[in-house]
């Protein structure tokens, strides 16, 4: 556990969490989310946030990155993330009648959660998360990457290259234009291209987290930026299934 305590070292004097981490890896089984499949790594909170799991991969050698982020989730749900997911299971239900519109709301709160704890790793971690940008960059600037991924992946694979735009913007790199551009560029402005706008809008309404916190510490998130991460998970939720909740 040497290396994964030195991470959680640094991760902490970054983040400055507070609760207990315990990490430990876990079979596939364990790592599975509904509606989306199995991660290489997940984080649970309990509601009192005194304490914080992080399950990984057994059978998969991770890179430092995915365990910052997963560390990043711990911070984001410290700073508030848990009270925008109470609000988000209250419209689960009172809206979804179906099991795919549950699982569609589930699918939403984790892409919510997720380019969050992305705009975290790369603003706190830019030397570490160097290389996963990198990949990422080649992977959502390039015509031929994207189309690519949207034939192996279909909104899916679109919806990253949205998120990862999102994340990179908020976390101070600037606008990212380029990536904008290169969904024009291989999808011209059909059907693609408009699921991939409707979708880069709703996450742009997502709070930018530790930008102007001159004190080198996040601060909690206040009630209109819940509200902000509620709304959106809700924008996502209709583009995908047409139905608008409340």
Same mark, same amino acid.
């Given at each position: =556990?040497?290396?994964? @305590?030195?991470?959680?070292?640094? @991760?902490?004097?970054?983040?400055?969490?507070?609760? #207990?981490?315990?990490?430990?890896?876990?079979?596939?089984?364990?790592?599975?989310?509904?509606?989306?499949?199995?991660?290489?790594?997940?984080?649970?909170?309990?509601?009192?946030?005194?304490?914080?799991?992080?399950?990984?991969?057994?059978?998969?050698?991770?890179?430092?990155?995915?365990?910052?982020?997963?560390?990043?989730?711990?911070?984001?749900?410290?700073?508030?993330?848990?009270?925008?997911?109470? %609000?988000?299971?209250?419209?689960?239900?009172?809206?979804?009648?179906?099991?795919?519109?549950?699982?569609? =709301?589930?699918?939403?709160?984790?892409?919510?959660?997720?380019? %969050?704890?992305?705009?975290?790793?790369?603003?706190?971690?830019?030397?570490?998360?160097?290389?996963?940008?990198?990949?990422?960059?080649?992977?959502? &600037?390039?015509?031929? @990457?994207?189309?690519?991924?949207?034939?192996?992946?279909? %909104?899916?694979?679109?919806?990253?290259?949205?998120?990862?735009?999102?994340?990179?913007?908020? @976390?101070?790199?600037?606008?990212? #234009?380029?990536?904008?551009?290169?969904?024009?560029?291989?999808?011209?402005?059909?059907?693609?291209?408009?699921?991939?706008?409707?979708?880069?809008?709703?996450?742009?309404?997502?709070?930018?987290?530790?930008?102007?916190?001159?004190?080198?510490? #996040?601060?909690?998130?206040?009630?209109?930026?819940?509200?902000?991460?509620?709304? &959106?998970?809700?924008?996502?939720?209709?583009?995908?299934?047409?139905?608008? &909740?409340?």
């Amino acid at each position: =556990m040497g290396r994964i @305590s030195d991470l959680e070292e640094i @991760s902490k004097a970054r983040l400055k969490f507070n609760g #207990v981490v315990t990490v430990k890896s876990a079979p596939e089984s364990e790592l599975m989310v509904q509606g989306i499949g199995a991660n290489t790594a997940v984080t649970l909170s309990t509601s009192d946030l005194s304490k914080h799991l992080i399950k990984y991969a057994a059978n998969l050698r991770l890179e430092d990155s995915v365990f910052f982020h997963e560390f990043c989730h711990v911070k984001l749900n410290e700073i508030g993330f848990k009270k925008a997911e109470a %609000l988000i299971e209250d419209a689960v239900a009172k809206c979804c009648s179906s099991e795919s519109e549950i699982i569609q =709301m589930q699918i939403a709160r984790v892409l919510v959660a997720e380019t %969050l704890a992305d705009s975290i790793l790369y603003r706190f971690f830019r030397k570490e998360s160097e290389d996963l940008r990198g990949q990422l960059d080649y992977s959502f &600037c390039m015509t031929h @990457s994207l189309r690519t991924i949207e034939r192996k992946y279909g %909104l899916q694979g679109i919806t990253q290259a949205a998120a990862y735009r999102v994340a990179k913007e908020h @976390s101070g790199f600037g606008d990212q #234009v380029s990536l904008g551009g290169a969904i024009r560029e291989a999808f011209g402005r059909g059907e693609v291209a408009k699921s991939y706008d409707a979708i880069f809008a709703a996450l742009s309404e997502l709070p930018s987290i530790g930008s102007g916190d001159s004190d080198d510490t #996040v601060r909690d998130l206040n009630d209109g930026e819940v509200r902000a991460i509620v709304d &959106c998970a809700l924008r996502l939720f209709e583009i995908k299934t047409g139905k608008k &909740c409340e």
